[in-house]
């Protein structure tokens, strides 16, 4: 959960800017309902009315209620008011004195009211009354002393509707802006999470050794890196804006509450703990199929990949129907999961609903009685259903957030642990550099054994290879071929001896100019979407039209290239799905011989070729070679009949021989056994016994 809120500091800016938005909503949308209150009360009960001081009183009602008040109060009284022709008028109309006086003259003209109607009172007695019934009668009592002075109440009522009115619109408008603020701004750091978070998983598994990627299946590093961020996302974006706003509407409306004093609280409190109690059955019901979920989709993305990579073997062996059924158990594992999940998720609204619905009812019963007792007005209960509702959906926000936020952590543990992997394969803090490199390579009693592997797949490999020369690699299959050219690269470390380029160990150079001084050719051909002259010039992004056909050239792709419509310009496919297996290793060959590298690598690259092609470019290849050093790993031996030195691997991945074709004929046994096997007596030229 921590690494969540982490992922907002390179955007604690916009995060300020967020929260003070949401801050200035919560204010406009928790002022709504006391303005629909004072609408209610004073706007349309007390005709405009809103406070029982009167402004104009005549006479004889200014001396009924000076009769009613205290020594203290009748100072006031006497020195609030002019007279004027026969009628007092308040010295000062300002909203501030006005309030200043009310609560002290509510009480006596509420008394001085009562006894004109001829029910004269005792304070202790109109006390007895309830706050709201005496506030109403003294409101009563001005509304007949304005009518009687000839006031216009209807205009009065008509100019508070307005006035109150407008502020409520100026308030809607503000907190309309301030949502759009807070949403607009929360979406686009939810993005730039999500961007980061990309970018971050991206750069970690680009620099990932093969020991490292065995830790992750493919499926479940596109998961992590698409679902999984999608989920940190959606979480970050839900988090500024309802989770943050959340606590400013219960806070706020829980203040409210207090200060309106309903007497009500308590349904408040009934209230959240019943959302609470429902709230927690459903997690704990749904929480462990939240979790199982994206494993569930881990599953469906493997199976998925393994069935369309795999789609010609399948059909060729009619095992369709098989693929079909493995597909469908795991799409359906999930889909249960997902249908189980939702339903958690959707049967918690209508509860919600009938929940929020009864606090509602149960409100207007308990505030009928208080309105009933003189204690509590119309517009005051309005208020409180409001203020409830809001509150209990704060308290909503902060539950649905609290289901969110558990499989955002689950996703973001998943992101966490790619980017806690540290790889093997890293550069030395002070790399050494060769002044004038000329790809001697070097392997010093090497051996190599896969990670959590107890037995070595390479044991005390010895040799040196020259520029200028050829040296092949033969084995039968699995004894670790492509694995001991793999170290030369750094794809791998060794577990014991040295490689050495120019006599320095390659894991104390930097592993850019390492892999710069060579030019592989993969044994299954790798292209990427683009043009064919984008993927020959790969490794040379500076390679001129003449040195991309001149490799065309060399690997003997010129005759289908010139075959195509737009030539070097013609699209290459997603991996290459629009050329065949040996055209794919032709232009895979070309990129490799386009980069001019020191050390060239082509791994098992000349198996895909017929004969005829297969010699042709061995040709071409020559000339441009004579400088560098060159591995061929093969599995036909007429490939390496003529290599400067060929290296012989048995089973166990020990050197079995090391020599030229003829030498390796007559001192290494399991040569000979794989020269018997490919080649003819006449071929062997009688030289095997």
């Known amino acids: 959960m921590r690494s969540i809120f982490r992922n907002l500091k390179p955007q604690w800016k916009t995060v300020v800017l967020i929260l003070l938005s949401l801050l200035i909503k919560g204010i406009c949308d928790l002022s709504l309902p006391a303005y ?80 004109a109607r001829g029910t004269p009172m005792t304070r202790e ?51 309309a802006l301030a949502a759009m603020v807070s949403i607009l701004f929360a979406a686009r750091v939810g993005a730039a999470v999500g961007r980061d978070k990309r970018k971050q998983v991206f750069d970690k598994v680009t620099h990932f050794s093969g020991a490292e990627y065995a830790q992750f299946s493919t499926a479940s590093l596109i998961t992590r890196s698409t679902s999984d961020i999608q989920q940190i996302q959606l979480a970050t974006t839900m988090m500024l804006h309802m989770a943050a706003y959340a606590p400013v509407l219960a806070f706020g409306g829980i203040f409210m509450v207090i200060r309106t004093g309903a007497g009500m609280e308590w349904i408040i409190v009934l209230a959240v703990a019943l959302l609470f109690t429902l709230v927690g059955t459903l997690m704990g019901i749904a929480m462990p199929k939240f979790k199982k979920m994206q494993t569930l989709i881990d599953r469906v993305n493997l199976i998925a990949r393994e069935i369309l990579t795999g789609l010609p073997v399948i059909r060729a062996f009619g095992r369709e129907k098989v693929e079909e059924e493995r597909f469908d158990t795991a799409n359906t594992k999930l889909m249960r999961t997902m249908l189980f999940t939702n339903r958690c998720m959707s049967f918690m609204m209508p509860c919600m609903m009938i929940l929020m619905n009864g606090m509602s009812v149960l409100i207007v019963w308990v505030a009928s009685h208080r309105i009933d007792a003189g204690l509590l007005g119309v517009g005051d209960m309005t208020a409180f259903i409001t203020y409830t509702m809001m509150i209990v959906m704060s308290f909503l926000m902060l539950s649905m957030m609290s289901i969110m936020l558990p499989r955002a952590a689950v996703a973001s543990e998943r992101i966490e642990q790619v980017l806690a992997v540290t790889p093997t394969i ?75 380029v120019d006599g320095i160990d390659i894991r104390q150079m930097d592993i850019h100019d390492l892999r710069g001084m060579i030019g592989l050719a993969p044994q299954k051909g790798v292209l990427f979407s683009g043009t064919i002259a984008s993927n020959i010039g790969y490794g040379a992004p500076g390679s001129t039209a003449a040195e991309i056909a001149e490799a065309a050239a060399i690997a003997q792709a010129t005759e289908f290239i010139a075959s195509k419509p737009d030539q070097f310009e013609s699209p290459i496919a997603q991996g290459g799905s629009n050329v065949s297996g040996g055209q794919k290793q032709r232009l895979s060959i070309a990129r490799a011989v386009a980069r001019q590298p020191l050390i060239y690598i082509f791994d098992d690259t000349f198996s895909a070729l017929d004969f005829k092609t297969d010699a042709a470019l061995r040709r071409a290849l020559a000339p441009k070679t004579r400088e560098s050093t060159v591995f061929i790993v093969a599995q036909r031996i007429s490939t390496i009949l003529y290599a400067d030195q060929i290296l012989v691997l048995d089973d166990e991945g020990r050197l079995a021989g090391k020599g030229t074709h003829k030498q390796l004929l007559e001192s290494c046994e399991t040569y000979r056994q794989i020269a018997r096997s490919q080649l003819s007596e006449e071929e062997l030229g009688g030289e095997v016994s």
């Open 36 to 115: 629909t209150s004072s609408l209610i009360d004073t706007g349309i009960q007390n005709s405009g009315i809103e406070y029982a001081v009167p402004t104009s009183i005549r006479a004889e009602s200014y001396q009924a209620v000076a009769a009613y008040t205290t020594a203290e109060e009748s100072t006031c009284w006497q020195q609030l008011y002019q007279q004027k022709d026969g009628v007092y008028t308040i010295s000062d109309e300002s909203p501030a004195v006005l309030k200043q006086y009310d609560e002290s003259f509510t009480l006596p003209i509420a008394q001085a009211a009562l006894a």
């Open 125 to 175: 007695q109109m006390e007895a009354l309830g706050e709201q019934t005496i506030h109403s009668t003294a409101i009563a009592f001005i509304k007949a002393e304005y009518e009687a002075l000839g006031m216009d109440l209807s205009a009065m009522q008509t100019s508070y509707l307005w006035h109150t009115g407008s502020k409520m619109l100026l308030v809607s408008v503000l907190m």
């Open 426 to 500: 890293h550069n030395p803090v002070q790399p050494q550099t060769i002044p004038q490199p000329k790809g001697v390579v070097a392997f010093e009693n090497v051996s190599f054994r896969y990670p959590d592997a107890h037995d070595e797949v390479l044991s005390n490999i010895d040799f040196t290879a020259k520029p200028g020369q050829v040296t092949a690699i033969i084995g039968s299959t699995g004894c670790g071929k492509s694995t001991l050219i793999n170290l030369l690269p750094r794809f791998y470390d060794v577990t014991a001896g040295r490689i050495t």
